[in-house]
């Protein structure tokens, strides 16, 4: 999973026109060390996406701008518009992450 490091680049990555998935997380939550442990084989399975991460704490106008409120969360975009948020009260294991990924295809 590639970290995101600046603005530009968050926008850049999400104008895809292919769908993305940005994964926002913070060092000191403990459901982001967590999901880090089960989510590269989901990434592995899902490669339809290209996966990206970004440190909630580094772009607080970002997270506020698409309501993203707990962490770990996975967001979908394309083409600059957000598809899909799996908040983090639902991202607690690997069926969860999977649940939400099936449900968007």
Known sequence: MQVITTNEQF????ASEQP???????GWCPDCTRMNMFIDPIIEEYNQYTWYEINRD???????????MGIPSLLIFKNSEKLAHLHSANAKSPEDVKEFLNAQS
């Open 58 to 68: 580094d772009f607080p106008e970002i997270a506020e701008k698409y309501q993203v």
């Open 20 to 26: 993305v998935i940005v994964k926002f997380f913070a």
């Open 11 to 14: 926008n850049e990555i999400i």
